[in-house]
C-alpha cells in the first residue's frame, strides 16, 4: 500500500495550493482518508478527514472554513484544496488511509493505519 502526495509548493500568504494523494496497491474505496502536518519543531496535528463515500467530513478548527477536503474514488484519490493560506499553515502535510473500512472518522493519528512521504507546503508572509 502506497500513499503519494503532491502538489505542496511555496505561496504567498492569502493564497492556496491544491494537494493530491493517489493511492496505490489497495482499492481505497471503502476506507476513510484525510490529511495530518507538522510544523517544524511541533507535534503532528490532524487536519482533515474524509468519510469512504465523501458525505463525511471533519475539520481541525484552525483550518475550518479555509480547507475542504475531498475524494475521487474512481481515480484513488484524496484532495486538499487550501485557501487563504497564513503562515502557520507551513508545515509537511502527510495523507493518510485509514486500515479499515466503512468506519468513523478520527482526529488521532493512531487511528490511521497507512501514512504517505508528505510533501512540503511553506507559506511566506
Known amino acids: 500500500v502506497q500513499l503519494q502526495a503532491s502538489g505542496g509548493g511555496l505561496v504567498q500568504a492569502g493564497g492556496s495550493l491544491r494537494l493530491s494523494c493517489a493511492a496505490s496497491?489497495?482499492?481505497?474505496?471503502?476506507?476513510?482518508m484525510g490529511w495530518f502536518r507538522q510544523a517544524p519543531g511541533k507535534e503532528r496535528e490532524f487536519v482533515a478527514a474524509?468519510?469512504?463515500?465523501?458525505?463525511?467530513?471533519m475539520y481541525a478548527d484552525s483550518v475550518k472554513g479555509r480547507f475542504t477536503v475531498s475524494r475521487d474514488n474512481a481515480q484513488n484519490t484524496v484532495y486538499l484544496q487550501m485557501n487563504s493560506l497564513k503562515p502557520e499553515d507551513t508545515a509537511v502535510y502527510y495523507c493518510?488511509?485509514?486500515?479499515?473500512?466503512?468506519?468513523?472518522?478520527?482526529?488521532?493519528?493512531?487511528?490511521?493505519?497507512?501514512w504517505g512521504q508528505g510533501t512540503q507546503v511553506t507559506v511566506s508572509s
Open positions: 493518510v488511509a485509514h486500515g479499515r473500512s466503512y468506519t468513523i472518522l478520527s482526529r488521532s493519528g493512531e487511528a490511521w493505519a497507512y
Open positions: 474524509i468519510n469512504w463515500s465523501g458525505v463525511s467530513t
Open positions: 496497491g489497495r482499492t481505497f474505496s471503502s476506507y476513510a
